[in-house]
């Protein structure tokens, strides 16, 4: 078998998730101005801003974590 035609099988636990602001305010029921403020305030997860520095994101499981 080649490498090529290996398959990695990684856990659901161990792959790595981001979401977008409109999903974590569904998922956490707070509108934005509200998941700023929490940020700001360190009591919400922070963002991750995604190369060109105009898109944010946020890890899934933090978000979980929080909930």
């Known amino acids: 078998m080649t490498l090529s035609s290996q398959k990695l099988s990684i ?3 161990l792959a790595v998730r981001f979401i977008r602001k409109k999903e974590v305010m569904h998922r956490t029921g707070l509108p934005s101005s509200s998941i700023y403020d929490l940020m700001k305030r360190n009591l919400f997860p922070q963002q991750i801003k995604l190369s060109g520095g105009k898109s944010v994101v ?3 499981s933090d978000i979980d974590s929080y909930m």
């Open 11 to 13: 856990p659901s636990e």
């Open 58 to 60: 946020w890890l899934e």
